[in-house]
């Protein structure tokens, strides 16, 4: 299918979870860091990081969309408000493939038109715990459908997540558990083997200096059970009351080693290629009253570029937010 291609294509490794296009499921700001869930106001990554939002002290509405690939279409919506001294959120994430050819078991084709869709709905709870810890915890479930033999393929999955600054007021720290779950029924009507959704673990280091104000510079290590451990860098700049800039890069440690191999020792493998598949990101968020727009582009070498926009409204907040 185009979507599980797609999402397979983003890990060297990938094959031993279920329902791995739920990577895709970030918000504008998210994707403009390359996927690091950096703590804030938004709700662009509490799918990896439930406590990323747990300092939200106000109602905020979401709604955005991605595109990636022709004939994918995706769309996301959010709402958070205060509750019982936290914030408590849902979010809904829905994709469609497209259409795709039907092929049979000897890569025939059935004459047939599939529709492949999934979906995702997370409910999370995020508390601060004094002014240097916050935690969170998330429920997700997931669908994916196919369009075979009217079959869906539903799963269910825990995030949990902390974040805290045990020294200096200029680092803070995020630790998180995404997607401690199983598939619970089959794709298909004779599927009966259900592995673990994609879990992922996961730590953020925010580094804000004195100056110039406003700049933050994040370092993000994952290690997902199906892949390579992920390392993420990515800076956030606030400008102005207006305007937010932000930007990443990702890699991993097998294209590290293959970098260090080729560049630096001067040595290549014609039997072994090195991976090259650079993954920059950029975005920036502009900022008019209770409302804000965010833009994240990410570019791949071996798949097309991501757009990203999501619509924010802080229905609540005080005047100069």
């Known amino acids: 299918m185009t979507l599980a291609a797609a999402a397979c294509a983003q890990y060297s490794d990938a094959g031993s979870a ?10 504008a700001r998210a994707l403009g860091l390359s996927g690091i869930p950096a703590p804030g106001t938004d709700l662009s990554g ?5 406590a990323s939002f747990a300092r939200l002290a106000y109602t905020r509405a979401e709604i955005g969309s991605r595109i990636q690939m022709s004939g994918v279409e995706q769309g996301e919506a959010s709402y958070a408000a205060p509750y019982r001294g936290g ?31 999934e979906m995702l709905l997370d409910i999370a709870f995020a508390e601060p715990l004094g002014d240097r810890l916050a935690w969170g ?10 369009d075979i033999d009217n079959s869906q393929a539903w ?3 825990v995030d949990l997540g902390a974040v805290f600054q045990p020294g200096s007021r200029q680092l ?3 630790l998180y558990i995404a997607n401690l779950g199983t598939k619970l029924t089959g794709t298909t009507s004779t599927e009966r083997n259900f592995g673990p959704m994609p879990l992922t673990f996961g730590l953020t280091t925010r580094y804000t200096p004195a100056e110039p104000r406003g700049l933050s510079l994040l370092v993000d290590v994952q290690k997902p059970i199906d892949n390579e451990v992920m390392v993420r860098l990515g800076f956030e700049h606030r400008v102005n ?21 080729v560049h ?36 791949w070498q071996l798949l097309n570029a991501v757009h990203c926009i999501t619509l924010s409204w802080d229905i609540d907040a005080p005047s100069g937010t």
């Not at 509490?46 to 439930?50: R, S, Y």
């Not at 040595?267 to 965010?294: C, I, K, M, Y």
């Open 241 to 261: 009351e207006w305007v937010d800039l932000r930007g990443g890069f990702r890699t991993d440690v097998q294209e590290l080693g293959d970098a260090f191999r």
């Open 155 to 157: 799963g269910a999955a």
């Open 264 to 299: 630096i020792l001067q040595r290549t493998d014609p039997d072994n290629p090195a991976l090259n598949d650079e993954r920059w990101s950029l975005g920036a968020t502009v900022h008019a009253g209770q409302f804000s727009l965010s833009y994240g582009f990410q570019w």
């Open 172 to 174: 803070l720290y995020s």
């Open 46 to 50: 509490i799918g990896l990081q439930p």
């Open 18 to 27: 279920e329902f791995v296009f739920m990577r895709n499921f970030l918000g």
């Open 137 to 146: 915890v998330g429920v997700k479930v997931v669908e994916e459908n196919l």
């Open 87 to 117: 914030s408590l959120a849902g979010r809904l994430d829905y994709q469609s493939s497209g259409e795709v050819e039907g092929l049979d078991a000897t890569g025939e084709s059935t004459g047939k038109t599939l529709r492949p869709q």
